[in-house]
Structures are given as structure tokens and as C-alpha cells.
Antibody, heavy 115, light 112 residues
Framework: QVQLQESGPGLVKPSETLSLTCSVSGASITDHYWSWIRQPPGKGVEYIGYVYYTGITNYNPSLKSRVTISMDMSKSQFSLTLSSVTAADTAIYYC?????????WGQGTLVTVSS | DVVMTQSPLSLPVTPGQPASISCTSS???????????LNWFQQRPGQSPRRLIY???NRDSGVPDRFSGSGSGTDFTLKISRVEAEDVGVYYCMQGTHWPFTFGPGTTVDLK
């Protein structure tokens, strides 16, 4: 059974960089695409981007200038960094397996942007 | 971006009765490989989204057979044949055909 677990700071100051990690178990990280998705409290769901072990990445144009998704195959982890955050980046951040069909999700982690 | 529209946005249901959610995309969701990447997710209160249906009509393992998906092109439907109390939550459609992938606004299903 695939398990994904997000980790990282729950509070980030405005203008700083948000960094999250997703730990994968139960699946080979080289066999699938891996995604980051977010959901602001009480709002809709936004696809951030995805990564493949070959280095392929794709980012939502709305965030492209600020986002990086990378992978550490040795640790079976992939990561999200989002720079120059504002209150609008406050959201539950989810990692998910695969890209087009998102079959497994982590439990999500709430990141609040506030001074 | 492809805009996903859902209706209704709120759906009060009587247990044991059927329910239906419509999802419409602003562009055809047929991908170059011939697949239609239209998925349905259920998000119960306080939980992360759980995929129910992928590629229009394929039900995930462990999903009760009272859930079914159908549609083509730009119009899709999720049906619950007989609603149960555990079905309460928000249902999202999501397209994985055109980048960036996008979600519908969600339909809140609750009991009358």
C-alpha cells in the first residue's frame, strides 16, 4: 500500500521561502510521476506541479516563477519550494502519486504565511 | 486554463435515494493518446481527497459499486445509486489532459 507523508514548517513569514518534503513508501519513486497540490482553507484545489525521476518537471504557470519541485531518489522523497510567499499561499499542501490521475494522496499539511 | 464547472454546488440528499453531479469542461478532454483524463475525488470532512473514478468511468479498488462515472468530450457525470451516510463530503472533478491540470469548484453532498 502506497503511503505519502508531507513534512515541513507549519508557519512561514511573508517574503520567505516555503519548503516541504513528501516521503514515499510502498512504491518505487522512479516508477511514477509525483505531484504537489494545494487547497487554501475553504477554497478550491490548485495543482502546483509534478516531477519525474529523470528530472522532468512541470509547473503551474501561475506559480512558475516561484516554485521548484525536486526529488531525492536515495531517500525516496520529493520536495516543494515556493519562494516569496504571501498570505495567499496559506493552504493545505498535499503530495500525490502520479500526475494525470492522482491516485494516492498524503494527509496534507497546513502551511500558514504570517509574520 | 481549462475551466471545470460543477453543478449543483450543493446537493442535499435523502439516504437511499440516488444523486448525480455534473462536471463540464471548457475544452474537450480527449488527450492525444486517446484517453480522457477526467477523474472524480471525494473529500470527507477533515480528510484528504480520495480518488473514486479515473479516466471517466474506471472505479478505484475499494470504492463501492454504487458510485459510477460516465461522459465524453466536455460533459461528465458522477452518480451515486443509493446515497449512504458515509457519502457526505465534497466531490471534485479534475482534468488531467491539458496543463495546468485543473479541478472543479466542488459539490457539497450532505444529508437532508
Amino acid at each position: 500500500q502506497v503511503q505519502l507523508q508531507e513534512s515541513g514548517p507549519g508557519l512561514v513569514k511573508p517574503s520567505e521561502t516555503l519548503s516541504l518534503t513528501c516521503s514515499v513508501s510502498g512504491a518505487s519513486i522512479t516508477d511514477h510521476y509525483w505531484s504537489w497540490i494545494r487547497q487554501p482553507p475553504g477554497k478550491g484545489v490548485e495543482y502546483i506541479g509534478y516531477v519525474y525521476y529523470t528530472g522532468i518537471t512541470n509547473y503551474n504557470p501561475s506559480l512558475k516563477s516561484r516554485v521548484t519541485i525536486s526529488m531525492d531518489m536515495s531517500k525516496s522523497q520529493f520536495s516543494l519550494t515556493l519562494s516569496s510567499v504571501t498570505a495567499a499561499d496559506t493552504a493545505i499542501y498535499y503530495c500525490a502519486k502520479t500526475a494525470r490521475v492522482c491516485d494516492d494522496w498524503g494527509q496534507g499539511t497546513l502551511v500558514t504565511v504570517s509574520s | 486554463d481549462v475551466v471545470m464547472t460543477q453543478s449543483p454546488l450543493s446537493l442535499p440528499v435523502t439516504p437511499g435515494q440516488p444523486a448525480s453531479i455534473s462536471c463540464t469542461s471548457s475544452q474537450s478532454l480527449v488527450y492525444s493518446d486517446g484517453n480522457i483524463y477526467l477523474n472524480w475525488f471525494q473529500q470527507r470532512p477533515g480528510q484528504s481527497p480520495r480518488r473514486l473514478i479515473y479516466k471517466v468511468s474506471n472505479r478505484d479498488s475499494g470504492v463501492p459499486d454504487r458510485f459510477s462515472g460516465s461522459g465524453s468530450g466536455t460533459d461528465f457525470t458522477l452518480k451515486i445509486s443509493r446515497v449512504e451516510a458515509e457519502d457526505v463530503g465534497v466531490y471534485y472533478c479534475m482534468q488531467g489532459t491539458h496543463w495546468p491540470f485543473t479541478f472543479g469548484p466542488g459539490t457539497t453532498v450532505d444529508l437532508k
